[in-house]
C-alpha cells in the first residue's frame, strides 16, 4: 500500500524556498511588524521606549478631532481615486485592447507599445512633467485648449479643491491604463478563432460577438484587473506626493490615505512624526484592502466558478 503512494515533491520546496524567504523578509515580516507597532505607543519620558496600549491607536484615529477627519477623507479620497480608474482607465483599456486585437488595425504592435511605455516612466517625471503642462502660468494646456476654441475652458485644476484630485487621477489613468490593455488584450487572443468565424457565419454583428462571445470569456480577467486595480490605488501615494505634495493640496483635497499615513509617520513640516498612529494608519489600509481582496475572493471568483460548473 506504501508503495503506491506518491513520495512528496521535494523538488518543488527546493525552488520554492528562496522566493518565499525573500518574500517573508521584505513583506510578511515587515507587515505583521507594522501591525505590531500599531498596538503599541511612545511613552512621554522616553520616546524610544514602546508599550502596549491595545487598539487605542485605532480608537484615536477615529475619535480625535485632528485625526478623525483626515481619515474620513483620505478613504473618500480613495473611493473617489478607485472610482476613477474603474470608470476610465478598465473600460479604456478594454477598448484599446479589443482595438489592438483585431487584425483590421495596421501597425498594432507600435500603438500597443506608444500605450504601454507611459507605465514604465518614473512617477517623479509624470508628475513633474504634467505639473509644468498645467501651470497656469506657463504651461501649455491653454494653449492646446485655445487650439481647437476651448481656451475659455481652462482653469488652474490642479489649484481648485474641486478638481485636483480628479485631474491626478486622470494622470494616473493615462500612466496606467496600458495595464489593463495589455491584460485584456492577452485574453482577448486566447479565445478560440473559431467561436468568432462560427458567430459571423450565423450573421453576428462585431458588437453583438463583442457582448455575447467576448465579454463573457473576459469576465475572470475582468475580476483581475479590478482587483489590481483595487489593491493599487488604495496604496497610491507616489503621484499624489510627486504633484501636490506632502499635505496634497489644496486644503487636503488630494489627500489618500498613503498620504496621511505618510505625514503621520514621518512628520511634516511643522507636524512631528508618531511611528506608532502612522502604523495604525497603515493597519487601516491592510484591513480595508484585505477586506475587498476577501470580497473579489468570495463573491466575484465564486461567481465565477458556478458559471464555469
Known sequence: ????????????????????????????????????????????????????????????????????????????????????????????????????????????????????????????????????????????????????????????????????????????VWQYVGVPMMLFLAALVTIPDELIEAARVDGATALSIFWRIKLPLLLPTVGIVMVLTFVGNFNAFDLVYTIQGGLAGPNFSSDLLGTFFYRTFFGFQLQQGNPTMGAAIAGVMFFIILAGVLLYLFGWQRRMLQLEY
Open 1 to 172: 500500500m506504501s508503495q503506491n503512494r506518491r513520495a512528496f515533491p521535494v523538488h518543488i520546496l527546493v525552488f520554492l524556498a528562496p522566493a518565499l524567504l525573500i518574500y517573508t523578509i521584505f513583506m510578511i515580516y515587515p507587515l505583521i511588524d507594522t501591525l505590531r507597532l500599531s498596538l503599541y505607543a511612545s511613552t512621554p519620558q522616553d520616546k524610544t521606549q514602546e508599550v502596549f496600549i491595545g487598539f487605542d491607536n485605532y480608537k484615536t484615529l477615529l475619535t480625535n478631532d485632528q485625526l478623525a477627519p483626515r481619515l474620513g477623507g483620505a478613504i473618500k479620497n480613495n473611493a473617489i481615486f478607485f472610482a476613477i480608474h474603474m470608470i476610465v482607465q478598465n473600460p479604456l483599456g478594454l477598448l484599446l485592447a479589443s482595438l489592438l486585437a483585431s487584425p483590421f488595425i495596421y501597425g498594432r504592435s507600435i500603438y500597443r507599445t506608444m500605450i504601454f511605455m507611459p507605465t514604465l516612466l518614473s512617477f517623479v517625471l509624470v508628475g513633474f512633467v504634467w505639473q509644468i503642462m498645467l501651470n497656469p502660468l506657463w504651461g501649455i494646456a491653454k494653449d492646446i485648449l485655445g487650439v481647437v476654441g476651448m481656451q475659455s475652458l481652462y482653469q488652474p485644476w490642479l489649484g481648485l479643491e474641486s478638481s485636483a484630485l480628479a485631474v491626478i487621477g486622470l494622470i494616473s
